[in-house]
């Protein structure tokens, strides 16, 4: 769950790492630059937030029709991860 949620704030961040880094290129070159675009910075990273989470429906495996089997301790101790079988 922590790499999911990891995942969707690196996915957030890459429109505004792409304009941090061209603005630095960009004043480092001379260039006039204007404010930044705020809005349309939370614009892009929502609709590339949206992507990846219809991304993660469309191509997630389903496990409908299964039953979820919960994890067990066994006997030396260890946790066995719960999991779907078949019915």
């Known amino acids: 769950m922590f790499s999911q949620i990891l995942l969707r704030v ?3 961040a ?5 304009w941090f880094a ?3 290129w960009a ?4 260039r006039p630059m204007g404010t930044t675009p705020w809005p349309w910075l939370v614009v892009a990273s929502a609709l590339i937030l949206a992507a990846s ?10 496990n409908r029709g299964k ?5 067990e301790v066994t006997a ?3 946790v066995t991860p719960g999991r779907f079988e078949a019915k």
Do not use: E, H, N, Q
């Open 10 to 12: 690196v996915l957030v």
């Open 14 to 18: 890459i429109p505004f790492l792409i």
């Open 22 to 24: 061209w603005a630095a």
């Open 27 to 30: 004043r480092r070159s001379g």
């Open 53 to 62: 989470l219809m991304g993660t429906v469309a191509f997630k495996p389903d």
């Open 67 to 71: 039953v979820y089997v919960p994890g």
């Open 76 to 78: 030396d101790g260890r």
